[in-house]
């Protein structure tokens, strides 16, 4: 196939097209995959980094609510929708897939104008406006939990990094504990708040060192780059700047204190690993629902970050570390959600559109196709 993904900014449209397009390469090693993207965004690194080639666009950010920014999206919308489309017409892309984000919404409109299928995937609970305007051109669309309110949106989970979604923390368990440092026999509670830290976590949990060392348990502590200064190793408390391994990270974890971001909601499931999600307050509040599912399940507990002090996880996290029957529980309930194959799941959803649209083709005689519709 030939296909463009368009996943450009956050991580949280990127990584899902990355291990998208892994799956394909696997399916298809001589598929042609471009991603699509801006300047700003990540993909700018990552992309190349996994050796697939991308193709920019100018953004289109949409604002939510009454400004003047209003007034200029229509002519920035006609221009990026006009070299999208150069982009899928000069690849002879057979397929678009759109993750969401500044991208997707003028690839969509792309694909349309120039007669491709589209493939959509929303990995929040509450899906963004490209992603709800998108849905409305095909019947082939992807969420990542239960619930979500999109049309023709069927649960697949959110493709994820090989490493995590071939993880078998038992079995990886001793290695990972040993690569970070900690002893292998204790409990351990890995904690970490994105890239930068979160300084409600990071101020949590220093306040509470003390006594979870006197539960019985260790720390692994991801506390962002520009924290790590602040922070002193000590025997059953390990700080780092930033973990590249997560598959390690998750596999010397029995409990995670973490925020509630799509992929790591999605990650956490996969693996069976039970957590205390703290969502950011931010937003509209996308982190909270994307945890929910989980929650619900068994498998996490929900504390509001202002509700997150150090009482607050002295009284009710760390009783959760003594008990390793409720742990296992909730492992158990979380890994129950999880989803593993979401991105050889886009993979066969890519095959279907591709494989309607030429019998439509075929079948109306006008070389078009409705997108979907």
Same mark, same amino acid.
């Given at each position: ?133 998108? &849905?409305?051109?095909?019947?082939? @669309? =992807? ?34 504990? &040993? ?31 003390? &006594? @979870?060392?006197?539960?019985? &348990? ?52 996969? @693996? ?74 886009? @993979?066969?959803?890519?095959?279907? =559109? ?20």
């Amino acid at each position: 196939m030939k296909v463009v993904l368009a996943g450009g900014g956050t991580a949280g449209h990127v990584e899902p097209a990355l291990a998208t397009a892994d799956a394909l390469r696997r399916a298809e090693p001589d598929a042609q995959i471009t991603m699509l993207g801006t300047e700003r965004g990540l993909e700018t690194r990552l992309v190349p980094e996994r050796g697939y080639d991308l193709e920019l666009i100018p953004p289109v950010p949409l604002p939510r609510r009454l400004t003047v920014e209003l007034v200029r999206i229509p002519a920035r919308m006609r221009g990026s929708v006009r070299q999208a489309a150069t982009v899928l017409r000069e690849r002879q892309a057979e397929v678009l897939v759109g993750f969401g984000g500044y991208v997707a919404l003028p690839a969509y409109l792309a694909a349309r104008r120039v007669g491709i299928p589209i493939v959509v995937h929303e990995a929040n609970a509450r899906p963004g406006l490209a992603n709800r305007i998108g &849905a409305r051109f095909t019947s082939h @669309v =992807a969420v990542a939990s239960p619930g979500v309110q999109l049309a023709h949106g069927e649960h697949v989970g959110i493709p994820l990094r090989r490493s995590i979604a071939l993880l078998d923390r038992s079995a990886q368990r001793a290695e990972a504990r &040993a690569f970070f440092g900690l002893e292998p026999d204790k409990r351990t509670l890995l904690v970490f708040g994105g890239s930068q830290g979160a300084r409600r976590l990071n101020d949590t949990i220093m306040a509470a060192v003390d &006594a @979870v060392l006197d539960a019985g &348990a260790q720390i692994l502590h991801a506390v962002g780059a520009g924290n790590i200064d602040s922070v002193t190793a000590r025997p059953g408390y390990v700080p780092v700047p930033y973990i590249d391994r997560m598959d390690l990270a998750y596999a010397a974890a029995d409990l995670v204190l973490c925020r509630a971001g799509a992929i790591t909601c999605a990650e956490l499931a996969a @693996v069976g690993l039970p957590a205390v999600y703290v969502p950011l307050p931010h937003g509209n509040g996308e982190q909270r629902l994307n945890a929910e599912p989980t929650v619900s399940a068994g498998g996490g507990v929900l504390i509001r970050d202002s509700d997150l002090t150090p009482d607050e996880f002295i009284g009710s996290v760390v009783p959760l570390l003594r008990d390793a029957d409720r742990l296992r529980t909730m492992g158990a309930a979380a890994a129950d959600l999880g989803r593993r194959d979401a991105d050889d799941h886009l @993979v066969r959803m890519m095959r279907h =559109a591709v494989e309607q649209a030429s019998g439509s083709d075929v079948n109306s005689g006008d070389g078009t196709d409705s997108g979907g519709q």
